[in-house]
């Protein structure tokens, strides 16, 4: 089966760090991919790891341990307009499999 | 550049209405496109995707149809709504060429769409 795991909400103090879990247990994989959704608006990349390890942009950084089937999305120095929901993608064969999402809550 | 259109940006039909959703890209040639629905404070639902020209794969059995009749033209459809039809309607595309999805998914600006 395919299945994606994120918690659905979290809440963090501006200037802080947060860390967005993913755990995945998919057939097949090519990928994982963070995209950031704010309130009504589509969905944008972040990051994409294919390869074990961190991959750092910026304040997003992003980890990925594929024998383990876990990512996190490290969110540094967090500002108001980080408030969103963090979506964990898998990339499979021609199509993907997302998450529910993790709704983030940046409060002053 | 790549930009990726939608259309309308809001629509509120009755059930059993019928419905016509459209998706353009430009400025990428061959892209695999695909619609997603989002129900409200949900995660995404793949509906379909298209990794070419009248080429359409089904995720979910319903009364939603798509079709893609230019290379970079993808629309969705359905004969009579149902309430459950409600929600955020989004398309997307990616690099193709490629079967495994292994390349960034750049969305559209989304239809909303309520459905009374």
């Known amino acids: 089966g395919q299945n994606i795991d994120q918690p659905t909400e979290m809440t963090a103090t501006e200037g802080a760090i947060v860390q967005i879990n993913c755990t995945y247990q998919t057939s097949g994989f090519n990928g994982l991919f963070w995209y950031q959704q704010h309130a009504g608006e589509a969905p944008t990349f972040l990051s994409y790891?294919?390869?074990?390890g961190l991959e750092e942009k910026g304040r997003f950084s992003s980890f990925l341990s594929r024998s383990k089937g876990y990512s996190y999305l490290l969110l540094k120095e967090l500002q108001m307009k980080d408030s969103a929901s963090y979506l964990c993608?898998?990339?499979?064969?021609?199509?993907?499999?997302f998450g529910t999402g993790t709704r983030l809550k940046v409060l002053a | 550049s790549q930009t990726i259109h939608q259309w309308p940006a809001t629509l509120v039909q009755p059930v059993g209405s019928p419905l016509s959703l459209e998706c353009t890209v430009e400025?990428?040639?061959?892209?695999?496109l695909y619609w997603y629905r989002q129900a409200a404070g949900r995660g995404l639902q793949l509906l379909f995707y298209?990794?070419?020209?009248?080429?359409i794969s089904s995720e979910v059995p319903q009364n939603l149809s798509a079709s893609r009749p230019q290379d970079r033209q993808f629309i969705l459809s359905s004969k009579k709504l149902l309430l459950s039809d409600s929600g955020f309607y989004l398309c997307a595309w990616s690099r193709g060429g490629a079967r495994i999805a292994k390349e960034t998914q750049y969305f559209g600006p989304g239809t909303r769409l309520l459905v009374l």
């Open positions: 400025g990428t040639s061959n892209p695999n």
């Open positions: 298209s990794v070419g020209i009248g080429q």
């Open positions: 993608a898998v990339g499979g064969t021609y199509k993907y499999i």
């Open positions: 790891n294919v390869l074990d």
